[in-house]
């Protein structure tokens, strides 16, 4: 009787045994198979990355005059280096400069922006001149309002008489807007540029409306006071 059961008992062991090991099997298999399976989509995945990375870098390598053309250097905020600057871009000119509004400032994630409100009077032609020395000091110029002041009603000249002369003058309002990068986006512009393989020529001093604060051994001189005019000499001719 006790040998019966002996033998029932080792029975059960072998079946619990063989169904462990069955049991092991499959898991070590299913194991496996997920093994395959994850190392493939890792495979897949990592492909994926790599060929996204390739085209991002032939982008920033297509944009790479972009980037060196970008400038973050700026010293704004100075009023007296602000009116010097607007003084020399207005030296030469007829234009008069009626009034400067304060500095403001306005900051998004990319960029911080900073203007003045600038209201000048005088010739079209040289407000042309105007806007084209600010754009090539890599200032923008925005919000232009320009108001044609009303002729005169005169009476008509007599026969033989010189009709008085049309006042050419037109008074504009704008703003002279400086952009200055961001750390986050200059940052970004940095990582762009070292994984394109771009070098970024350092920003000159003198970038838009970025001017240098001028020294205290400089001598001051009042910024609206400039030479003759062109014009000037004719005018004495003809008086």
């Known amino acids: 009787m006790r040998e019966r059961e002996l033998a029932i008992l080792w029975i059960a062991l072998a079946v619990v ?51 060196q053309e970008m400038s973050w250097s700026g010293t704004t905020g100075d009023p007296a280096v602000f009116l010097s600057r607007v003084a020399e871009l207005a030296e030469g000119s ?46 923008t110029l925005e919000a232009m309002a320009i108001d044609v002041p009303p002729r005169s009603t005169q009476a008509a000249p007599a026969p033989g008489q010189r009709g008085a002369a049309i006042n050419p003058e037109i008074q504009a309002r704008f703003r002279v807007t400086a952009l200055q990068l961001t750390p986050q986006a200059r940052k970004i512009i940095d990582d762009a540029a070292r994984a394109s393989g771009v070098s970024l020529t350092p920003p000159t001093p003198q970038t838009g409306l970025a001017l240098p604060v001028p020294s205290p051994a400089s001598e001051y001189r009042d910024p609206f006071v400039f030479g003759a005019s062109a014009d000037r000499p004719r005018a004495e001719q003809a008086s």
């Open 17 to 67: 045994f063989v169904g462990s090991l069955l049991g092991l099997l499959q898991y070590s298999r299913a194991l496996r198979t997920s093994g395959i399976q994850a190392a493939a989509e890792r495979a897949r995945l990592t492909a994926a990355i790599d060929q996204k990375q390739k085209e991002i870098l032939i982008e920033m390598k297509s944009n790479a005059g972009v980037l």
């Open 94 to 139: 007829r234009l008069r400069v009626l009034g400067v509004g304060p500095l403001e400032q306005q900051t998004t994630p990319q960029f911080s922006k900073s203007w003045h409100a600038v209201t000048v009077q005088g010739p079209f032609q040289d407000l042309v001149e105007l806007a084209g020395r600010v754009e090539g000091d890599r200032g």
